[in-house]
């Protein structure tokens, strides 16, 4: 078994808890469903947003779904000049007996640039 990382972004509409909120579980359900994730495999999600967003904790959506064995962390993404505002990044770490090559990374609402920009 090894622990693998899923990266995924999304965006806000709002600097709201609800927008913000509504963001992060979309975000969450789809890398979930996507990899084929048991939610008791998820070890640790590190959640960033950009200095925009500070209306909530997005780790509060994956309290609301009922993840409530994961470690999770909050913080904020440098601020660099010209980056996609509204942003909500996660970094999910599971255990899985999948290869790197089986994972699939989620980027919604208009991020999917920011994996073009990374490979």
């Not at 078994?1 to 990266?7: D, L, Q, S, T, V």
Request: aromatic content about 6%.
């Amino acid at each position: 078994m090894w622990c693998r990382g899923i990266r995924g972004a999304t965006t806000a509409e709002h600097n709201t808890k609800e927008a913000i909120l509504e963001a992060s579980k979309e975000l969450l359900q789809e890398i979930v469903t996507v990899n084929e994730i048991d939610i008791d495999s998820i070890t640790c999600i590190i959640f960033t947003t950009t200095p925009d967003l500070n209306d909530t904790f997005p780790a509060t959506a994956a309290r609301q779904l009922g993840w409530s064995n994961t470690a999770l962390l909050c913080t904020h993404e440098i601020d660099v000049q010209g980056s996609m505002p509204m942003c909500i990044r996660v970094l999910v770490l599971f255990n899985t007996e999948k290869q790197a090559s089986e994972i699939q990374f989620v980027y919604l609402r208009g991020t999917e640039i920011l994996r073009q920009n990374t490979l």
